[in-house]
């Protein structure tokens, strides 16, 4: 679905997704799990139209800077061509378009999910290759400054950075954000300890607060918003961290990293190294149509 | 630090470090920033016998299953000699040991801050070699069973595990444990949505909850238990998550896996994959000797 949608710049072109794998797979892109087996169903509801429009924003993605390369490496055509998959072919495709010109480029891209920021975490000897790779560390800590909303500009050091639109925020930015009954138990706890708590220290309030919690992080794929959340944010002298996480209308990163990268829909990604200043920003003529059935 | 320290093997030597750049690294593992520029009081002390030893305990681990590798990839050697480095070199240190007999092998590791499993995040094509790498996942979830303290088998996806020691507490752990100010200010305000606090919630008082919170994921170096986490745990129907995290004797995990590792102090890694059974554990026998100097 993410690919197909990867495809699509057109505001005519509906896409609609069928979840092949409901036993494994949330499909939250998809129609509803119980169209699966029943497709003529849901062709039928088409048919009749009924249904309505439902336009999912993406997020637009402008680079400039020096040495950026907006030379996107197409992830999910590695994955489905690997095998007769060659350099010519990555050659004939996207030409080094190294720029000399820094301006902003409008990269071709529009984020369905969300824009992930950070280090590249590839590491280790290839054994079958004979190759070791040029870069080791497998968990390197990004650093980058962050400037939300045309706000003042803040040096940031953390496991990388989420941008995410209503849709996205059901996916890895849910992840990373939501807490866990055992988190908000001990600090209930605390809490209590302090004498600061009413209410009895059941199950039940502590899974109903985890989940307004959680669910707070959800909001609707239309909404002309995005979610910016920093991954493990790493707080000390010189780093700090304002925000961990907030909805924004624009988010700027100037990358400070040595071997980064933007990683679209976990499909596309583009190198982001020191002196790169991307801007993150949604535009509603974006937006891709998908529907909605009537129940 | 973690270099030298991943060279002991031996109780009876000492490792101690000094801090060479303070203004960016924290050094939790040398000797307090004072000596940094004042070495020769740490050396009176040392030859005055003005200090304690401390045991900093360390994680041992053992490895069994199908198809593992127990050879184990430096990446420390691989950033120290990366220009001279060659495959006849790797060869040489690390003969290729894929073993037939499954029992359990100690690894030849100890682990002074944590050891991490999760997928390989290697991804990308390589620009400057002309050859694309073959696995491109930016971010792929790890599947594995985990078992902590002989208690049952527990099907998992996640951005990981990281199972750590007191001296790890500090560590890459924190980071992933450590609850933001806004997090809690927005979980107190929940409860006192339902009429629950009984506090005004002003900053002083979320700030101490936080703190309290925080300063609970720190235990002594001495300590010979282990704090395992689960990073970004992924809940559904086929995977369960009942604890996060918590404190442990023994934790045992089964991959299923496609390609992963298990990473020592971020610095040597072991393939992990499908079919693979790890050990974790401290033995006492294991603790790397440094000292407390005398205030």
Redesign the interface.
């Known amino acids: 679905m993410l690919l197909a949608a990867s495809k699509v710049f057109d505001r005519c072109k509906p896409v609609i997704g069928v979840n092949t794998d409901p ?2 797979s ?1 499909g939250h892109l998809c129609l509803p799990v119980r169209y699966t087996h029943s497709f003529p169903d849901a062709l039928q509801k088409l048919y009749r139209g009924e249904f309505r429009w439902q336009w999912r924003q993406r997020i637009r993605l402008y680079l400039e800077g020096t040495g950026i ?1 907006p030379t996107p ?1 197409d ?1 999910h055509e ?2 489905l061509s ?1 095998e007769q ?1 060659s ?1 010519a072919h ?1 050659n004939g495709r996207f030409q ?1 378009q190294r720029s000399e010109i820094s301006g902003p480029h409008l990269l071709p891209v529009r984020a369905l999910n969300e824009v ?1 920021i950070g280090e ?15 870069k ?4 390197r800590a990004s650093y980058y400054e962050i400037s939300v909303d045309d706000g003042p500009w803040e040096k940031q050091k953390s ?1 990388g950075l989420n941008v995410c639109t209503g849709t996205g925020s059901k996916a ?1 930015s849910y ?2 954000n939501k ?2 009954n ?3 138990e ?3 706890k ?2 209590k300890k ?6 009895p220290l059941n199950r039940e ?1 502590i899974q ?2 985890t989940n ?2 959680n669910d ?1 992080l959800l909001y609707s794929p239309e909404e002309p918003k995005m979610f910016f959340s920093i991954r ?3 707080v ?1 002298r ?1 780093f700090s ?1 304002s ?3 907030g909805f924004s209308s624009k988010v700027c990163v100037r990358s400070r990293c040595w071997d980064a ?1 933007m ?1 679209v829909d ?1 499909g596309t ?1 583009f190198e982001f190294n020191d002196g790169a200043v991307a801007s993150i920003l949604i535009d509603t003529e974006d937006a891709l149509r998908t529907v909605l059935l009537e129940d």
Do not use: M, T
């Open positions: 036993e494994r949330e390369n490496v992830l590695q994955q690997q998959h350099w990555i080094d992930f590249s975490l590839s590491s280790r000897v290839n054994y079958k290759s004979c190759k070791p790779s040029f080791f560390s497998l968990h496991s890895w992840n990373i807490v866990a055992q988190a908000v001990e600090i209930l605390i809490v302090h004498g600061s708590l009413n209410l309030f109903k607060v307004e919690y707070s493990e944010p790493i000390n010189v961290s925000r961990q996480r990268c990683v976990g990604s």
